[in-house]
């Protein structure tokens, strides 16, 4: 309530306050989101309210922690607050033009705009660090503000490509497959990582994938079709791994049972239980019962046993059920199994090749093409430093990568986004379209302080660098962070109670001598 402030071109203003306190809705209003009940908000000699929003939406940037992203790729979202108006049309041909002629009048017959959805609608004069590298450079320098490459990296890292449209990639990351073992072998970390080898076991991945050696589309469906065939059955009786892996599944439900049977079926132990549910647990202590009297299993019982087998991990598990003469055993029935594998089956998994892309598999599954060593804690973070560090001596791979990641879609309301996430985008959809001014209402509130920080420091900093003078109003949710703004409004009970530099706040202040205790 009755609060008059000024803010001129080039201004950085922190506002400071409880979340009631009247900053926020000091910024609603400056962003136009609300209307004031009375007073007046002017841009130089302009009413703010009645101005045309093609004027204000485009020279106000406003980011709160409610903002909205659409259901579309994570580029187009970041991209929104660029696209105004179509620039240029897209070029149709054939077809495709017949049908956007028609498209046309029927939108005009019927009084709607015939815009073109499918035409170019980024408007590059009002991009922000429009440099050498366009909007792709300007992509990668808001993401780096806010530090969400790392996690663009990662979604592209988690995705599969379709390697006929892109056979270049899919080499050059299987070359960074090389690297990353040469890396590991020089750094004496070759063990951080159990590679795929045609003729050892991997201890690190469970028996049915040690027995496939490959990757399948679809792990549940493939392993059911391929099991059901009377070639598997047939190698399995043959060679006597069937019998060793009904003893060893046999093994496995008994330590199971034993350890579980008391647990509730909610306990977080079975969080942990890869091969075995809470609800199964008294099917398979009849099963076992069954057994001990000496009762013949059927069918049904010696495929239940030996699926618990499939998902078994012994350096994760440690039952004690696998030993060095049954791994041998597998290693020598995969090649049996490969060797004659019948042109049906083939489609269900494709073999593990040194040499080749994984087209089952995601981008990291191909780099790394092996199983995290559980000895290493830290293997994740290792493997994410010296990947990062082979990468930056590949800048067109890694432009590629993060071109994919931007694609990748965010789902509805980005709920495919963890919540930081999404505070990051809200933040860089803003940064990277020039404008007058930039309010910024509790951006990151909840947000670890020490990442706060830095995301602030960089944003304003980023901003000074534009060239375009703009002002910015940020309402903070960490009140230290006002050292960084040359100028602090404090907020309490609805009121402005202090305006001054931030040294004058902390001196003679109380607003921010009560927030800090």
Known sequence: EHVTVKIAPGETVAIIGTAASGGDRLAEVLARVVWPAGGKVTAGDDDLFSLPEAVTGRRISYVSPDAYFFHGSLQDNLLYGLKHAPIEPAVYKGQEADQRKWDVLEARRSG???FDLNGNWIDLATLNANGTDGLFGAMMAVMDVVELSDDVLQLALHSSIAVNNNPDFA??????RHDLREELNRRDLNSLI?????????TEAPVAENLFFGMMPDPKASTRAIVKTPYFRNIMRESGLGEA????????????VELFKDLPPDHPFFEQLTFMRADEIPTYQHLLQKLRHNAAPSEEDRIALIKLSFFYVEPRHRFGVLDEKLMRKIVEVRHQFHANLPTQLQTHIERYNPNAYLTSGTLVDNIVFGKLNHRFSDAISKLREIGGELL???PEL??????LGLESNIGTGGRRLNSLQRLKLGLARALIRRSDYYIFNRAFSGVDHHLQEHIVEAALAFLAKSGDNPAVVWVLSNTPLAKHFKRVLAFDGGSLVEDGTYETIVESGTVYKQLIA
């Open 112 to 114: 709607n705009p015939d």
């Open 171 to 176: 080499a050059q990351i299987v070359e960074m």
């Open 194 to 202: 159990v590679p795929f080898r045609d003729n050892e076991y991997n």
């Open 245 to 256: 892996l009904f003893e060893m599944g046999k093994g496995i439900a008994e330590s199971t």
């Open 392 to 394: 930056a001596k590949r």
């Open 398 to 403: 890694y432009r590629a990568l993060m071109a």
